[in-house]
């Protein structure tokens, strides 16, 4: 069985960074793709950021271009979300996927496991 956790949210003020991090266990990690969402409150879950099994090739929402940067670490079966200059629209809960359906894979019902999500509160 696949779990993922998060691990790294928190309060911060507006143009402070955060690293968000999620372990992967019970499955081949190193052949997964991974991806990054967010839910804000009242708001559907939306894409943050994927990267491909080998990490030749990465994705991310335009809302985060230039701020954010998705990365992985196979030997720890551990993918992270780099997130500098936060702004109060990127508070939201924070969930990390693995194992797309297909690619890209832009949208939350295109990947197969999930973790439970870490809050990232960001004051203005």
């Known amino acids: 069985q696949v779990q993922l956790a998060e691990s790294g949210g928190g309060l911060v003020s507006a143009a402070e960074s955060l690293r968000l991090s999620c372990v992967v266990s019970?499955?081949?990690?190193?052949?997964?793709?991974l991806a990054w969402f967010r839910q804000a409150p009242g708001k559907e879950r939306e894409f943050v950021a994927s990267?491909?099994?080998?990490?030749?090739?990465?994705y991310y929402a335009d809302s985060v271009k230039g701020r954010f940067a998705i990365s992985r670490d196979n030997a720890k079966n551990s993918h992270y979300l780099q997130m500098n200059s936060l702004r109060p629209e990127d508070t939201a809960i924070y969930f990390c996927?693995?194992?797309?359906?297909?690619?890209?894979?832009?949208?939350?019902?295109?990947?197969?496991?999930w973790g439970q999500g870490t809050q990232v509160t960001v004051s203005s």
């Open positions: 996927a693995a194992h797309p359906k297909r690619w890209p894979a832009p949208n939350d019902y295109d990947w197969d496991y």
């Open positions: 019970g499955g081949l990690f190193s052949m997964y793709a």
């Open positions: 990267i491909s099994w080998s990490a030749e090739t990465t």
